[in-house]
Nanobody, 118 residues
Framework: VQLVESGGGLVQPGGSLRLSCQAS????????MSWHRQAPGKQREMIAG???????NYTDSFKGRFAISRDLPADTIYLQMNSLDPEDTAGYYC?????????????WGQGTQVTVSS
């Protein structure tokens, strides 16, 4: 199972970006999916997660500015990011908890870079 993120890039402070993450493969079911980020020299941190029933959970520091959503048939999640700040510059990664091949596993995407700069 592969997770492929897209939508990153360079954005000015105060701007918005929408990231996508699509899961692909055979014989799998992605149940909990989530977004994380890692800035240079810092630990990876969770932003938000979403279940198959669209139940969401957010790390407090991202509530209000970031929004996670899911297209279940497309095995895709999104992260809408608003009011971006240079502190949001980081690699953004998708994670999925999976049922795959009869067992449980997890997968990470390769990440997409977001740079917030004027």
């Amino acid at each position: 199972v592969q997770l492929v993120e897209s939508g990153g890039g360079l954005v000015q402070p105060g701007g918005s970006l929408r990231l996508s993450c699509q899961a692909s493969g055979t014989d799998f079911l992605a149940y909990e999916m989530s977004w994380h980020r890692q800035a240079p020299g810092k630990q990876r941190e969770m932003i938000a997660g979403i279940s198959r029933s669209d139940t969401t959970n957010y790390t407090d520091s991202f509530k209000g500015r970031f929004a996670i959503s899911r297209d279940l048939p497309a095995d895709t999640i999104y992260l809408q990011m608003n009011s971006l700040d240079p502190e949001d510059t980081a690699g953004y990664y998708c994670h999925a908890d999976l049922i795959h091949g009869g067992g449980m596993s997890a997968a990470w995407g390769q990440g997409t870079q977001v740079t917030v700069s004027s």
